[in-house]
């Protein structure tokens, strides 16, 4: 781990905040695992009252759960978890798609077009990380249309705690029907239909609708691992 030199008692706790929420992203640190708290201030070089803040925010945000006299253990996301994060972020996304809809023109009907093809080759070229990072992308392209900076900014949180599983556990199959889903609704914003492209995104793009054998089953780490 890099140590943390910020001063500014408020930037210090964001960039320890952007720092261990991007270790989680990449895997680095493991659902399940344990982080020692104690260790973890003297790899950043920071004290632990920023530590604990930042912590105590990926807390709020489901990323992790701080366990009195034990550390802060890396969440697992089940498959419940799962349907749950997929319900709110079809009822937010569904909600900014009826608020910027008179927004998007074809400059950005072109570039959600130009990411599901670029998805279209990830898959094909078996880019897994590349593939769910374009995802990102593509739903970047409205919900950056959006005044409610709060409401992007928690959508981007859940979508976290979605990444390390989407990498790990989406069969091709899914992922060939997220491209087509995607298709759908660029058509339905091409034809000016607010509501319905509103709905889609809500009631099947987000509704996970799929047989089990789309997800691959959760691997849960049942021992308690302490990163160094």
Do not use: C
């Not at 530590?51 to 697992?76: H, W």
């Not at 339905?188 to 089990?212: C, I, M, T």
């Amino acid at each position: 781990m890099s140590q943390i030199i910020t001063q500014n008692n408020w930037s210090l706790r964001k960039e320890i905040f952007d720092y261990l929420s991007g270790q989680i992203e990449k895997g680095a640190l493991i659902p399940g695992s344990l982080i020692n708290v104690r260790k973890l201030t003297e790899k950043l070089n920071v004290s632990r009252t920023p530590l604990r803040e930042a912590l105590a925010q990926l807390e709020i945000q489901g990323l992790v759960s701080i366990l009195p006299q034990r550390g802060v253990r890396i969440n697992v996301l089940t498959y419940e978890d799962l349907l749950d994060l997929f319900e709110i972020i079809g009822a937010l996304e569904s909600q900014v798609i009826l608020t910027i809809f008179h927004q998007i023109n074809a400059k950005e009907i072109k570039r959600m077009k130009r990411y599901n093809r670029t998805m279209e080759q990830a898959l094909k070229q078996a880019r897994n990380r590349y593939f769910h990072e374009t995802n990102i992308l593509f739903h970047r392209v409205f919900l950056d249309l959006s005044a409610n900076r709060e409401l992007s900014n928690y959508v981007g949180s859940l979508k976290l705690r979605l990444f390390g599983f989407a990498l790990k556990s989406y069969r091709d199959r899914f992922k060939r029907a997220i491209i087509a889903e995607h298709d759908v609704f660029i058509r339905l914003l091409e034809e000016g239909k607010r509501q319905s492209a509103a709905n889609y995104l809500q009631d099947v793009h987000w509704k996970f609708n799929y047989p089990d054998n789309f997800i691959r089953p959760d691997v849960v780490e049942n021992s308690d691992i302490e990163n160094n």
